[in-house]
């Protein structure tokens, strides 16, 4: 049980961890199917729906607005 238990605590940085390789060759202009052949998706539209979730911009406009709003300024 103990095992099971640490397996599955590891899944979403597991997880955190591919997403991040797949932006990042992303925007390093690696093409959709030599990152779709690296994640093992069946196929470069699935890759795709994956990489088209957020764009970076994005969560980093997000991240900053929340920072702002704790900091009480």
Do not use: F, Q
Request: glycine share 6%; hydrophobic share 50%; net charge positive.
């Amino acid at each position: 049980m103990i095992l099971i238990i640490s397996i599955y605590s590891y899944i979403p940085a597991l997880y955190i961890a591919r997403h991040t390789w797949a932006s990042l060759a992303k925007r390093s202009g690696v093409s959709v199917n030599v990152i779709c052949e690296a994640m093992g998706h069946s196929s470069p539209a699935v890759t795709g729906i994956y990489l088209a979730e957020l764009d970076a911009d994005v969560v980093t406009a997000a991240n900053r607005k929340v920072l702002y709003a704790l900091s009480g300024v």
